[in-house]
């Protein structure tokens, strides 16, 4: 695996790219493509280094946009098996989606029929969007179609290129402000046979619930009357951000919606002056003071200092349990301060809580040393 993720555009792959090109356009000449492909590629990140490849494919492949389309698409691999890690191998067709996202705009059905090969092979997911702010209507009702396909690739990339607020993508607007284009085609997909599509129409859910939460609540109200097991884990994993935040509504159709009668007991932090890349510890009591069983959905939070010296929580999971009247369970978690690409930790005073069905329960603090 290469040390970053950019770096698997390196001279191998572009030398694998090139054969593969000229394979379905003879005239290419591999050794120049790769010569032209590498220059500057080194100061170049992830992005950076696939819209220059996609550059210079443009430069050695046919003109106009849909005999470029053609070559591309018989120089695609075979179709991506769901069931498989396919790891950083399916990147190769990073440049790809850039291509079309680039060069394809003014071919609408052209674009359309290669999307729907790559998105086979690696996902057509970021170049869709722009298809759908150029073409709202004409993409739109392309995307009912491919709801129905025989493809689990296929039907995915009706979820997830629809995302609002897709990680990695620029955000369709109009979806923020109306969700209820995106609500219909979901509404195609809710009882998808496939995890691979649930977990993505799940995860366009969730993005609908941070701009309207009571809309999402009220989606998954709907849906949770005769659901299938596949559309309960959808609502589940749909409602996951309202949850941490301790939305009622959510919490009630999960069933942990009552408010705990629950205390405190026996908390250990520790160490309590860990060091920047270490881990904290935590564990605690979790003690019943109902005279009934209670359905408790146990998460914690960490007030983690930024940059400017003030806190932000993270929420975590901890576990879902079922506490009889008088009963006790011990908890514990670990907290890694080992900085990741998605956060980074700076020294100073961070504060644990214990959330229980929204409900905050503070557990005391730990002091991070660089």
């Known amino acids: 695996m290469p040390d970053r993720l950019r770096d698997i555009f390196d001279a191998e792959l572009l030398a694998s790219l090139a054969k593969d090109l000229q394979a379905a356009h003879p005239a290419l000449k591999p050794k120049r493509f790769v010569q ?13 280094r696939a819209k220059h490849i996609a550059l210079v494919m443009h430069q050695h492949l ?14 695609l691999g075979p179709v991506a098996e769901v069931d498989r890690d396919q790891g950083l191998s399916s990147l190769r067709y990073l440049p790809h989606v850039f291509y079309v996202h680039t060069y394809g705009l003014s071919h609408f059905e052209d674009a359309m029929r290669f999307q729907y090969e790559l998105t086979q092979r690696f996902t057509a997911e970021w170049s869709i969007r722009a298809f759908l702010v150029r073409y709202p209507d004409a993409t739109y009702k392309q995307l009912e179609k491919w709801s ?9 990339l009706v979820s997830e290129g629809t995302r609002p607020r897709l990680p990695w993508a620029s955000r369709l607007v109009s979806f923020q402000k109306d969700p209820k284009p995106v609500l219909r085609l979901l509404e195609r997909l809710k009882d998808d046979p496939e995890r ?6 799940a995860n366009n859910l969730n993005d609908i619930g941070k701009d309207h939460p009571e809309l999402l609540v009220k989606t998954c109200h709907a849906w949770k009357k005769d659901a299938s097991a596949g559309r309960q884990w959808i609502i589940k994993h749909a409602l996951r951000s309202l949850v941490k935040k301790g939305h009622p509504g959510a919490l009630e159709l999960l069933g942990v919606g009552a408010a705990p009668k629950v205390r405190i007991d026996s908390i250990t932090i520790e160490p309590k002056r860990p060091q920047l890349g270490g881990e904290v510890r935590f564990s605690l009591d979790l003690v019943s003071k109902a005279k009934a069983a209670q359905e408790l959905m146990v998460d914690y939070a960490v007030h983690f200092v930024k940059a400017n010296g003030r806190t932000s929580p993270k929420v975590f999971k901890l576990r879902r ?22 956060r980074r930790h700076y020294p100073g005073r961070h504060p644990l809580e214990l959330i229980v069905n929204g409900v905050r329960f503070p557990l005391g603090a730990f002091d991070l040393r660089t």
């Open 196 to 201: 691979y599509v649930q977990r993505s129409v």
């Open 148 to 156: 129905k396909d025989e493809s689990v690739h296929v039907r995915r």
């Open 321 to 342: 349990l079922s506490l009889r009247a008088g009963d006790s369970v011990r908890l514990s978690a670990k907290v890694s301060l080992a900085d990741l690409s998605t």
């Open 62 to 75: 046919p003109q106009p946009f849909p005999k470029a389309a053609a070559v591309l698409t018989r120089s």
């Open 36 to 48: 032209e492909a590498l220059r500057g590629l080194e100061d170049l990140e992830l992005t950076g």
